[in-house]
């Protein structure tokens, strides 16, 4: 039997949702050449945290899950400068603009898709911890019936009867007593 862990889940826990909303801010912000620091405090307003709780979130647990992604965006970022310094200022903004909304897309369906995979295996757990009540539980209909069974099998001793075997019991002690006493005292090595 798989063991089941249990969790308590706080009301203010981070949910897979606010560590993608918070990944892809940071992301857009390494893109675009801003720093972390403006992005923990654009999260920690969408989110409804603070700046330090989303820049600790990030530092613990989202940067490790996205360590590819930090990368593209750090080449994506030098790749926008050095074209940013062959094109013109307007080209520049209308490029940064449609990159990172490309970007944002990517990130939100690849969110999905990591979602979607959570959610089956969920489900597939579901159906195990289902399945696995179903024979527990057939398991203690069959206990409860030998059990039953094993009951019906003992005749019920009533009081009375506990009565009437208890003094043929004390009388069998006081005759052996008395055939003893009849006898005399014995030594040991006789």
């Not at 654009?42 to 590819?68: F, H, I, M, P």
């Not at 790749?79 to 970007?103: F, K, L, P, Y």
């Not at 990517?106 to 995979?117: A, M, N, P």
């Amino acid at each position: 039997m798989p063991s089941v862990q249990r969790w308590v889940t706080r009301s203010d826990a981070w949910t897979p949702e606010d560590d993608a909303r918070l990944a892809s801010l940071v992301l857009q912000h390494i893109r675009s050449g801003s720093t972390q620091l403006r992005a923990f405090e654009e999260a920690a307003s969408q989110l409804g945290r603070t700046a330090a709780a989303c820049g600790y979130r990030w530092n613990g647990v989202v940067r490790k899950r996205y360590r590819d992604e930090i990368e593209a965006a750090k080449r994506e970022r030098k790749a926008g400068q050095r074209r940013a310094n062959q094109t013109a200022a307007a080209g520049q903004e209308t490029h940064a603009v449609t990159v990172t909304t490309a970007d944002s897309m990517k990130d939100v369906i690849k969110f999905l898709q990591t979602f979607s995979e959570q959610y089956q295996n969920l489900l597939q757990q579901v159906e195990a911890l289902a399945a696995e009540n179903a024979k527990l539980q057939q398991r203690v209909e069959e206990l409860t019936a030998q059990l039953a069974k094993a009951q019906e099998a003992v005749p019920a001793i009533t009081p009375e009867q506990l009565e009437e075997d208890s003094k043929a019991l004390f009388a069998i002690m006081e005759r052996a007593r008395k055939l003893l006493e009849a006898e005399g005292p014995r030594l040991p090595n006789e």
